[in-house]
């Protein structure tokens, strides 16, 4: 089973601690040897997942969206990114250089193309701007990829 993920960024540590339990859940829901997490390793729900991943047993895939893109993540999070993508079996690119919103946008689409189903930790509301998670979620529902929510119940990002 191949499951990417798409999620909020800047979370409160009361909505982080409540997503990483439900990350947790999820995906232990699946048979390690059989399990692929795809993520693009962005600070918050990404790099949660990709751990989670790696605890269970599975294996990752990295989508680097450009790449200029590490250097446009926050820099307390630069060992994290560096470690996970340092784990990867493989890692996609999509051949853009800038970190942009565009960059961001193609880089889910190609996540989106190669997984089963897509984690979304998403609050049900429009994208804050292009690449956001609610167009993340359109596009997999667009090309008929399942997408399950994850979200607790009256938290707020």
């Keep these: 089973m191949r499951v990417g993920i798409t999620g909020h960024r800047g ?3 009361d909505v982080e601690d409540k997503v990483r339990g439900f990350l ?3 995906v232990q829901q699946y048979d390690p040897a059989e399990l692929v997490g795809v993520s693009c390793i962005a600070d918050g729900p990404d790099s949660w997942f990709a751990e989670a991943v790696l605890r269970h047993g599975g294996r990752l895939e990295i989508v680097v969206p450009a790449a200029e893109y590490r250097e446009g993540l926050p820099g307390w999070h630069h060992p994290v990114y560096d470690r996970l993508i340092s784990r990867a079996a493989d890692t996609h690119h999509t051949g853009m250089t800038e970190s942009t919103s565009q960059a961001h946008q193609a880089g889910s689409e190609i996540l989106v193309g190669l997984v089963d ?4 930790v998403w609050d049900g509301r429009p994208a ?3 690449g ?3 167009d993340v979620v359109a596009y ?5 990829v399942p997408v399950r929510v994850l979200w607790p119940e ?3 990002r």
């Design 154 to 156: 009256g938290a707020s």
């Design 140 to 144: 997999a529902e667009r090309t008929g």
């Design 128 to 130: 804050r701007g292009y």
């Design 117 to 120: 189903e897509l984690v979304a």
């Design 132 to 134: 956001g998670t609610a």
């Design 11 to 13: 979370l409160s540590t």
């Design 24 to 26: 947790t859940g999820r």
